[in-house]
């Protein structure tokens, strides 16, 4: 997803792409050119706005969750319940759910501990666990 200040200071730099003067006369002789550091800015934001879109999707909590669903599905045929997470892993999940707009559904188990829906299952937070720690997928008990 592309950011709207992104997007917006692009639009400032393609806007120099146009000719300076009113009449088709100033386009064809030249008054218009694009200096070559108008060119390396345009280039710059083109190269920033590629970089932010790999990032947004680069998201290494949610796929080491998400190969444990897939596993857990394929040997079950069904999505697990719960999943228990370290601290960094819940918080890669949460930034997901905030960057890419996605519905966020918090709540609290019978424990009291922290729990959040990722598609079928919840992730359940173990901030006593180590910050990466990713569980064994499991149903209810």
């Known amino acids: 997803m592309i950011d709207r200040r992104e997007l917006l200071a692009l639009g400032g730099m393609l806007g120099g792409l146009t000719a300076r003067g009113d ?14 550091r108008t060119a390396q800015d345009i280039v710059t934001a083109l190269k920033a706005i590629t970089a932010a879109m790999y990032s947004a999707q680069s998201f290494d909590a949610l796929i080491q969750v998400r190969g444990k669903q897939g596993d857990y599905l394929r040997s079950m045929n069904k999505f697990p319940d719960f999943i228990d997470v370290g601290f960094d892993v819940w918080m890669g999940v949460h930034d997901w759910h905030i960057r890419l707009q996605q ?21 359940v937070l173990r901030p006593d666990y180590v910050p990466n720690f990713i569980s064994v997928p499991y149903d209810s008990r």
């Open 103 to 123: 519905p966020l559904v918090l709540g609290r188990d019978v424990a009291g501990r922290y729990t959040m829906m990722l598609g079928f299952t919840q992730l």
């Open 23 to 36: 009449s088709a006369d100033a386009v064809a002789s030249g008054v218009g050119e694009m200096t070559d």
